[in-house]
């Protein structure tokens, strides 16, 4: 569909994972973190604009890795550096949107192994419903509330949770209303949508769309990649 675009933000530098090049330039199988997040959003069933954030000085190799598959795919793309923040980076997405696109999913390339069909899933689901969709999952451990000194403050109902994936997909307006609104930093973008009084829905998300965050998780990926490639 034309009128659904999707921000893959790739600017992160990835400290917790201890390699020296940025996390979506870390080589997971026979690819790169990145690559294969775009592998995914390739897959969705329509072909969606894609914008990807990259660092200042990998912008060119991330051209290079994005045109290497989209353009097989003739699908319409551009690349933009990022900024200091996450924040900052899906900001700069949001400015090298074209004028057609109505619909916005933003994700992480550091969740490369998220399934297509959630893409799918969640650009039907906000243009079902005009307003924004998350993927989310059950928390499965007992969370507490902890002060200062590490003492428990109180149990937190978990059935009141849920933890947040991405893609997390808006209407443009509602998504370039809230980036030009909001205040100070947020973890994700539901956050800043929200911060600005707008509603948002969660639908099922999928273990698959983890994200690689310490070496673990990069095992992990590497894991699931192989299995897939068998
Ligand atoms: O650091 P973390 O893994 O939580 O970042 C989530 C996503 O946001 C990653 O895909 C990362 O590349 C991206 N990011 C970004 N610009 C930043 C920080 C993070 O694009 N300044």
């Known amino acids: 569909d034309s009128t659904v675009a999707v921000i893959v933000v790739a600017a992160g530098s990835g400290t917790r994972l201890g390699r020296p090049e940025p996390k979506a ?6 690819d790169t973190v990145l690559g294969v997040a775009l592998d995914a959003v390739l897959g969705m069933s ?5 914008v990807v954030v990259a660092p200042d000085e990998r912008v060119e190799e991330a051209r290079a890795i994005v045109a290497a598959r989209a353009g097989g795919a003739s699908v319409a793309f551009d690349v933009v550096a990022g900024g200091e923040t996450r924040q900052e980076s899906v900001s700069r997405g949001i400015g090298a949107l074209p004028h057609v696109i109505e619909t916005v999913l933003v994700h992480d390339a550091a969740r490369p192994l998220t399934p297509s069909i959630v893409f799918d899933e969640v650009a039907a689901a906000v243009r079902a419903r005009g307003h924004g969709v998350v993927p989310g999952l059950p928390v499965i451990d007992t969370i507490k509330r902890v002060d200062a000194r590490g003492r428990i403050v109180a149990t937190v109902d978990r059935s009141e949770l849920a933890a947040m994936q991405t893609p997390q997909g808006f209407p443009r307006s509602a998504l370039e209303h809230a980036y030009s609104r909001a205040h100070g930093e947020h973890t994700d973008d539901a956050a800043l949508v929200e911060s600005v009084g707008m509603p948002i829905d969660i639908v ?9 965050t310490v070496p673990a998780d990069l095992h992990r990926a590497e894991q699931l990649v192989a299995e897939r490639a068998d």
């Open 204 to 212: 099922p998300g999928d273990a698959r769309a983890f994200k690689i």
């Open 25 to 30: 330039f870390v080589p997971l199988g026979d």
């Open 46 to 50: 329509d072909a969606p604009y894609l």
